[in-house]
């Protein structure tokens, strides 16, 4: 199974904490503010009835409605003349487009049958080119590629806003690929088969038509497909229950099927992956069925089509096989065979020994721990090779990366693989024939450094370093932590100036995202560092529960009704900054983007008196209604669900959007989404904006036309939307 790396860029990947840095607990109590009387578009009742009657902006819900559309275009024209129109602009657009398309980048790699591959963007290629060259001539300064598949040629042919989202190549050599291409950067791709050897799409190949699809190759003329078979066939968060086998030359309607889940199912679809060895050859076909965001039953496809439940946790992340053995995380405490394993443990498990059809489940010469986490340790990106598996971990938050040899009964050998201390390391793409894996280091003022890990090896091999992008000499990173509501301690770091006056003067934006079991990771930022430290500006990370840091339990900690405990986390970490006076609530300002979104706006609505600004990005907001926006049910397993009515409870305690008052003195916020964002609803954040603008509350709304969620359509487009986001911030907090 082999899937592109997207981004023209090496990825944030794990995180490090910088050497020699304080570690202090505070212990300041964070209160959410309240207020007795309830606010005016607090639903009578909270059924779901009940909620679209108190909601005066259902309209705005329309993505491409008339009224939505006149509004969106209204509150452009007011927020363009002040941000575009402030004289930083296009200062910081210019620098920020310099960097987005520098030709001095590492080139993001994957393993492409005997080259790597790159999906390249820049100033003469904003839609981007899919390119390949050899590893030798990869290792060079300016190394030959060779141009696959010109997207910006292919979108001007075609009449179509086309973005690349990725190439599945089938094994083992690589010459036919699955291409994804969406109109205008949505999650929904149309998929063309491609030949690598004449570069051009398939006379009548696989060609599916515009969906948020589940394809893996099964063999040369088969793919395993989860899609839109017609009415019936999607959950009600828009994703597929059904898998089929698809034949060369058959239609959708003609495939046949082999597994069904239920229209009643959570999460993000059905999803089958196909597991091969070095040679190519398949060595197991699993299917996940998604029963909400994080439950799931792991299911395995005989040779014959049949498949059979595997006897798992239902809280699971499955990484691979190798030969007989599925590699998996529990993301629970789980018992087996006698043994039970820690929640974020690292397991090979036989798969004769799962299946649910046998009698006999005991396990016998096989030592399934791999790896288990320590207190405030984590599992992070793993690639499973041939006889070794490779992980990165994180211990408080610093990056380490580790080999795994499989020994059989004797067990797993650890190898521990030199890398930088203090820094974050994430792995990029396999390969397995290879026996070789993409290893990326960075931290907030460190550029990124490419390098290849080869099993056998204790050290890697580097291949390419970034080069800076802004002065760091001037700034410093630490780490502290901070006291919850609860006693919790909460880890953040700073990215400061060294000779910074602790007297709370200092512009500081507060970076937070907290769910869906997504660590925050130490990142070179080469836009903010550009745009915003190198004027001053001061930057912080907090690692709140609800992310990954420090495993399953510490997502778990913020799940369903626990949600508060991100948002007491954040402004715990707000109010230990103002008491070391690194900043004050008049220089403070925080940013947020998806459920990043819940997070700021609540953080807004619930202690306006902590910040002065807020960027408020992609986001969920309306938490009683998201289960009605697609593809808003897929994330019930996170949140909860407000039409069960204890759960509506605890959700409406802090939903933003029916929390507004206008008797409160709120921030002059920044709110800006995407019409094309198919993952999160646009209408969020419109209907936020509007009912900021009928309370009277002073805001900024900007709706960019084209890029989906990801913004990673065109980095032109992307240089304008960092300049709209620091132009605001300087206003806000330097002015």
């Given at each position: ?17 910088c ?7 505070g212990?300041?109590?964070?209160v959410?503010s309240t207020?007795?009387?309830?606010p005016?578009?607090f639903?009578?009742?909270?059924t779901?009835?009940g ?10 819900e329309q993505?491409d ?5 006149a509004f ?7 927020s363009?003349a002040?941000?575009?129109?402030d ?9 920020a487009?310099a960097i987005l398309?520098a030709?001095?980048r ?62 599945d ?8 690929c ?10 929904a791709?149309?998929?063309r088969?491609?030949?690598l050897?004449?570069k ?13 699809h ?24 828009g ?10 030359g058959?239609?959708?309607?003609q ?6 889940g239920?229209?009643s199912d ?5 999803s ?12 197991a ?23 059979v ?15 007989g ?8 405490a ?13 397991l090979?498990?036989p ?5 649910s059809d ?5 396990v016998?010469?096989q ?10 340790q ?8 041939d006889r070794q ?7 408080n938050v ?23 201390e203090?820094?974050?390391?994430g ?5 397995k024939?290879?026996g070789?894996v ?12 490419l390098?290849?890990?080869?099993v ?6 580097e ?8 002065d ?31 007297d709370?003067?200092?512009p ?7 769910g869906f079991?997504?660590?925050l990771n ?6 903010m ?6 004027r001053?500006?001061?930057f ?6 609800g ?6 339990d ?15 986390d954040f ?10 006076g ?8 925080i ?12 953080s807004?609505?619930q202690h306006?008196?902590l910040?002065?600004?807020a960027?408020?990005?992609s986001?969920?907001?309306?938490m ?13 397993g ?25 008797d ?16 999160v ?9 509007a009912?900021?603008?009928d309370?009277g509350?002073?805001h ?21 939307r960092?300049?709209?986001h620091?132009?605001y ?7």
């Amino acid at each position: 199974m082999r899937h592109l790396i997207l981004s023209a860029a090496i990825p944030a990947l794990l995180m490090g904490a910088c050497a020699g840095t304080p570690v202090e607990i505070g212990s300041d109590e964070v209160v959410v503010s309240t207020n007795d009387a309830p606010p005016p578009h607090f639903p009578r009742d909270l059924t779901p009835a009940g909620v679209a009657a108190a909601d005066d902006h259902l309209a705005l819900e329309q993505v491409d409605g008339a009224e939505a559309m006149a509004f969106v275009a209204e509150e452009n024209r007011k927020s363009l003349a002040v941000l575009t129109g402030d004289p930083r602009y296009e200062t910081f657009r210019a620098e920020a487009q310099a960097i987005l398309t520098a030709t001095d980048r590492i080139p993001g790699p994957s393993f492409l049958g005997d080259g790597i591959g790159n999906f390249w963007q820049d100033a003469a290629n904003p839609k981007g080119v899919w390119r390949r060259t050899s590893l030798d001539s990869y290792r060079t300064a300016t190394p030959q590629w060779e141009t696959l598949l010109d997207i910006d040629a292919l979108s001007k042919a075609e009449g179509r806003d086309w973005v690349f989202k990725g190439a599945d190549c089938l094994a083992p050599d690589e010459t036919r690929c699955l291409i994804n291409l969406s109109d205008g950067g949505k999650d929904a791709v149309v998929v063309r088969e491609f030949d690598l050897t004449t570069k051009r799409f398939v006379d009548g190949g696989f060609n599916l038509p515009e969906g948020k699809h589940r394809i893996e190759w099964l063999d040369r003329d088969t793919l395993l497909v989860a899609t839109d078979f017609g009415p019936g066939s999607l959950t009600e968060s828009g994703y597929p229950f059904i898998v089929k086998t698809l034949k060369r030359g058959q239609t959708l309607a003609q495939a046949v099927e082999d597994y069904r889940g239920d229209a009643s199912d959570g999460g993000y679809g059905v999803s089958p992956a196909v597991y091969r060895d070095k040679t190519g050859r398949v060595t197991a076909v699993i299917i996940t069925r998604p029963l909400d965001t994080f439950r799931s039953e792991t299911w395995m496809m005989a040779h014959d089509g049949s498949t059979v439940k595997l006897a798992l946790p239902d809280r699971v992340s499955v990484f691979g096989a190798q030969g007989g053995l599925l590699i998996v995380s529990n993301d629970e405490a789980w018992t087996f065979n006698g043994l039970a394993y820690k929640p974020g443990s690292l397991l090979s498990i036989p798969l004769n020994h799962l299946r649910s059809d046998r009698d006999d489940l005991s396990v016998s010469n096989q030592a399934l721990l791999i790896y288990e986490p320590a207190a405030r340790q984590s599992l992070g990106d793993v690639r499973v090779l041939d006889r070794q598996v490779v992980a990165s971990l994180s211990d408080n938050v610093a990056g380490r990366l580790a080999i795994f040899e499989n020994r059989g009964e004797f067990g797993w050998r650890r190898q521990d693989v030199a890398t930088p201390e203090n820094i974050a390391v994430g792995l990029g793409d396999s390969s397995k024939s290879k026996g070789q894996v993409f290893v990326s280091t960075q931290g907030f003022l460190t550029p990124p450094t490419l390098s290849l890990a080869s099993v056998g090896s204790t050290t890697l091999t580097e291949l390419k370093s970034a080069p800076a992008k802004f002065d760091a000499s001037t700034h410093v990173v630490e780490q502290y932590e901070a006291t919850s509501t609860d006693g919790t301690r909460i880890p953040y770091f700073i990215t400061r100036p060294r000779d910074m006056r602790l007297d709370g003067s200092n512009p500081t934006i507060l970076f937070g995202y907290g769910g869906f079991q997504v660590s925050l990771n130490p990142a070179y930022k080469p836009e903010m560092g550009k745009l915003w430290l190198e004027r001053g500006g001061v930057f912080v990370q907090a690692n709140i529960r609800g992310g990954g840091e420090f495993g399953p339990d510490w997502h778990q900690a913020a799940l369903d009704g626990n949600r508060q405990k991100a948002f007491d986390d954040f402004a715990a970490v707000a109010r230990d900054l103002e008491r070391r006076g690194i900043t004050s609530p008049r220089r403070l300002g925080i940013y947020g983007r998806s459920n990043g979104g819940v997070l700021t706006s609540v953080s807004i609505t619930q202690h306006p008196e902590l910040f002065n600004a807020a960027v408020i990005e992609s986001p969920l907001i309306d938490m009683l209604r998201y289960h009605e926006l697609p593809a808003g049910a897929s994330w019930i397993g996170e949140y909860g669900d407000p039409r069960i009515p204890e759960e509506a409870e605890w959700i409406a305690r802090y939903s933003a959007y029916q929390r507004l008052r206008p008797d409160v003195d709120y921030p002059r916020v920044y709110i800006t989404t995407n019409t094309r964002d198919d993952r999160v609803h646009p209408g969020h954040a419109r209907k936020f904006a509007a009912r900021l603008g009928d309370q009277g509350h002073d805001h900024l709304y900007y709706e960019d036309t084209a890029g989906g969620h990801s913004n990673d359509a065109d980095p032109v487009a992307n240089a304008r939307r960092w300049a709209r986001h620091y132009v605001y911030l300087s206003q806000q907090l330097m002015d």
